[in-house]
């Protein structure tokens, strides 16, 4: 009798699996065979940048963008509640490796120079703000690993800025244009190159603090604690 349960379950969920695969595979069929990519192409002109991820999350879809970096900032904000140190900026958290101290004099301003290109890139090719941030965080890492004091990481006026001005931008720029009469979340045309380059200047920074932030709050074993079960 187990046997025979243990067969049916199996036999559900293949047929389960197989009704979802087929229904993903119809979707997507539709989705291809749809008048969406033609409007996508139609439309790109007046959307302020020229690359079609860009239009699509800063633009036609930026409610989804929206929501995403809230998501970030409240992941953020949980993270450093959750730190095991009272300032992310703790000296005694700090490694200090004299070569990779070294190295940072040359890392460290050509992975910004990076992030200033993938951000400009975003409107014309593969790039934007979250490649951006993410390059921005990374360098975060390196200062801190290379023993770098960073101040902004503080508890103070430049990490809470830093933390929500992406959302706050992102937020504001809708805010004012529904006040214009445009619809929420629209651009006017004219400016939304502009408006969408501001947004993801301060989405860029948003997330490389958040990201970094992140890493910096998460717990740090400590090395001369005995393993659980060690000795036993």
């Known amino acids: ?127 934007g703000a979250f490649q951006a941030g993410a390059v921005l965080a990374a360098t975060g890492v390196l200062m801190r690993l290379g023993g770098l004091p960073m101040a902004f990481i503080r508890p103070g006026i430049l990490l809470r800025l830093g933390l929500v001005i992406g959302f706050a931008v992102f937020l504001l720029v809708a805010v004012v244009g529904a006040l214009m009469g445009e619809a929420f979340l629209a651009y006017p045309a004219t400016m939304a190159g502009l408006l969408i380059l501001t947004i993801e200047v301060a989405l860029t920074l948003s997330i490389g603090m958040i990201l970094l932030a992140l890493f910096v709050a998460a717990p740090v074993t400590d090395e001369h604690e005995p393993e659980e079960g060690a000795g036993s």
């Open 1 to 127: 009798m187990r046997r025979v349960r243990l067969f049916v379950t199996l036999l559900a969920c293949a047929g389960l699996i197989v009704a979802l695969a087929a229904a993903v595979l119809d979707v997507a069929g539709a989705a291809v065979s749809s008048e969406l990519p033609e409007q996508l192409r139609a439309s790109l002109e007046r959307s302020g940048v020229e690359h079609p991820v860009t239009a699509v999350l800063l633009n036609f879809r930026s409610y989804d963008t929206l929501l995403e970096i809230g998501v970030l900032v409240i992941a953020g904000m949980a993270g450093i509640s959750l730190a095991s140190t009272n300032s992310l900026e703790d000296p005694a958290l700090r490694s200090a490796d004299s070569l990779l101290y070294a190295l940072q004099r040359w890392f460290v301003p050509v992975m910004l120079l990076l992030a200033a290109y993938l951000l400009w890139a975003g409107a014309y090719r593969p790039g």
